[in-house]
């Protein structure tokens, strides 16, 4: 039995792993904007009928590869929270953990911030809306937690940090893809994040 005929009998489930998979790693080497639906039919060795069986349009594709890095993000954050000591080492823990899924996965915030794909896609819009505003809302609430706790002043506006901090995350991985291998996204993270953390313990607001 060829490789192929195996390939076209995998579970419906399967072939579309696989696809989202291969979208990923196109997006990586090509650039979003410039992967086609038979750059992902190549990849896999079968036609693109085979990959309009499974998704009607390249959107409905980038839709699942979105809710995809959702699920996988959302695992590695958690994970990363479930082994804090207290809320801020919770945030510190999870920061370092989604720069590390950025470096294993470098397509991911083109996905996030390619302006074609959001302008053709509201779906997808929508999608990246709900996934930034719920990190934000889940950095917010640990910030609430480390106030109470007295690990982070009472004055500390928790959504405007959890902002600055989803914003810091942005610029770094911008900097790293702008200056390539002139900058190490994890380096330029380990010099930054201390900065973040002296800012919220020690924030005191003027009168």
């Known amino acids: 039995m060829s490789h192929e005929v195996i390939k076209r009998r995998m579970p ?7 696809i989202i998979r291969v979208a990923v790693e196109l997006a990586a ?23 309009f069986k499974h998704f009607t349009t ?18 590695v954050l958690e994970k990363a929270a479930a082994e804090a000591t207290d809320p801020v080492d919770a ?6 953990a989604h720069v590390a899924f950025i ?10 911030f390619s302006e074609l794909l959001h302008k053709k896609n509201s779906k997808l ?19 609430d937690a480390a106030k109470k706790q007295s690990l982070a002043p009472s004055d500390l506006d928790s959504k405007s940090a959890a902002v600055l901090y989803i ?6 991985v ?4 702008i200056f390539g291998g002139k900058r190490s996204l994890q380096q330029e993270a380990k010099k930054t994040f201390p900065i973040f953390l002296h800012g919220i313990r020690n924030l005191r607001r003027s009168n």
Do not use: C
């Open 91 to 96: 945030i510190e823990r999870m920061f370092f």
């Open 29 to 51: 080497e090509k650039g979003v904007d410039s992967v086609t639906t038979q750059d992902m039919a190549e990849a896999m060795n079968v036609t693109q009928g085979a990959i």
């Open 58 to 75: 390249k959107d409905d594709i980038w839709v699942a590869v979105m809710r995809w890095i959702r699920e996988q993000l959302m695992k």
């Open 12 to 18: 419906t489930e399967e072939r579309q792993s696989e």
């Open 103 to 112: 470096s294993k996965h470098p397509a991911i915030p083109r996905l996030l």
């Open 167 to 172: 914003g810091m995350i942005q610029g770094l």
């Open 125 to 143: 819009r929508d999608l990246i809306q709900e996934i930034i505003s719920g990190y934000e809302a889940k950095i917010a609430g640990l910030l």
């Open 174 to 177: 911008m900097q790293a893809s």
